[in-house]
């Protein structure tokens, strides 16, 4: 029997998009929530769903006004790709901005897009690749404390091992020889509080912000040496505006490395935590993702073009991420009137996408809650509508670090499947930690064994 990686005493979702009749607000909830401020949020959006389809209403008490959620794929385009510049960043935005400064993530309007044109060429796949060393090591360093747990208590917190991973091949891609400097002891450093610390409340916030201060003397040390170097912080220094020729200011840099920093870790390191726990929660799976990870052999140093040569290890992940997508929510908030699943949509309107829920729309996935990475496999891809997989958003404002995430998950598992089993996790099924990203509210330990 599958396992079914969601609470059991959840309906199953709806499988209807109701028949639009007039131009008005979508159905309303009866029920009022604070959407997003609590883990509770996932249920009473799966709930709503099963009971008025898509898209519905809920009453925020703390905003007195209603926020639409909309699921399908064809308003999942409208709202992020087709009508985007209709859209701002909406509820919640100003909280990640205590923690982000004014980051793409955070960022609007036409400084968003300079910073947006300036930074991409960063993530390029071709320079994704530069960065393998760094991935080897890492895996390296990981696979060493694996190993002696192993030999030792058999036992491994996966979920801090992977977030560790995942937080120093990060710092290294940014700051190569200067993180050193930066952070001199990379198991004992400030950065280290986002590994230690679950809440992003305003504490955490301006805990983080003062490293801000660091990075920002690193810059400017940077500025002033003529030195030939190769990381992420040197392509945001060099990077220029394809108008004006002008760089980025000192402020701008910091803020899009502490994002870099926030954003790099975290997406990676959800994803590792997941999808480790399906694989040791589905044999068969994890049995075949080894074969295919023997065959191919050590891909350490690969180019992006090798992945390729994972097909199924791919499925895996992308399955992983279509049932825990890391960015699980996205706030959008309308400037101007629109239409949205034939409804009216007027200006300053609270829209939310939640790629959880567009995941899991009946319409679209079958068994949409069962672990299945047959989802993936070609045929399938190819018949399913286009937005109905978001992992990574979608349109302009999609993740500008995709290319360097899954580059450095299918090289961790290349890496870690051939070399160790891991069973027996606890707790089997976690729960749902639903707040800026999708985790595990407790850490997930499992057996390990060498192969």
Known sequence: MPWVPCDPSLPPVNTR?????????????LQSHELGSTDETIAVLRRTFD??????????????????????????????????????KGVGIDRVRLLLGNGIMTSEGEFWRRQRRM?????????????????????????????DAARGT??????????????????????????????????????????????????FAYQFRQLARDVRALVAVRRGRQQERF???????EARDADTGEVMSDAEVVDEVMTLVVAGHETTASTLNWTWLLLATHPDVAMRVADEQRAVGDLGHASYADLIRLPYTRQVVDESMRLYPPGWLLTRRSIGPDTLGGHAVLPGTDVFISPYLVHRHPRHWRLPETFDPGHFDPPQVEARHAFAYIPFAAGPRHCIGQNFSLYEILLHFNF?????????????????EARINLRTVSDVHMRIQQR
């Open 154 to 203: 058999g036992d491994v917190n996966v979920t801090l091992s992977v977030s560790r991973l995942a937080l120093r091949v990060i710092l290294r891609a940014l700051f190569d020889d200067d993180l050193a400097q930066l952070v001199p002891d990379l198991d004992r450093n400030p950065f280290a509080a986002i590994l230690q610390d679950a809440r992003r409340d305003t504490r």
């Open 416 to 432: 870690a499947v051939r070399r160790f089993r891991l069973t027996d996790p606890q707790p089997v099924q976690p729960p749902l």
């Open 51 to 88: 009971e008025l389809g898509d898209p519905f209403r809920i009453h925020v008490p703390s905003r007195g006004a209603s926020t639409w959620v909309a699921s399908h794929p064809d308003d999942v385009k409208h709202v992020l790709v087709t009508n985007h510049r209709n859209y701002t």
């Open 231 to 237: 990381d992420l912080l040197q392509l945001l220094l």
């Open 119 to 147: 930074m991409q060429p960063a993530f390029h796949r071709r320079v994704v690749e530069r960065f393998a060393a760094i991935v080897r090591e890492e895996n390296e360093s990981l696979g060493a404390g694996w190993s």
């Open 17 to 29: 998009r109701p028949q639009i009749t007039s131009a008005t607000a979508p159905p309303a909830a």
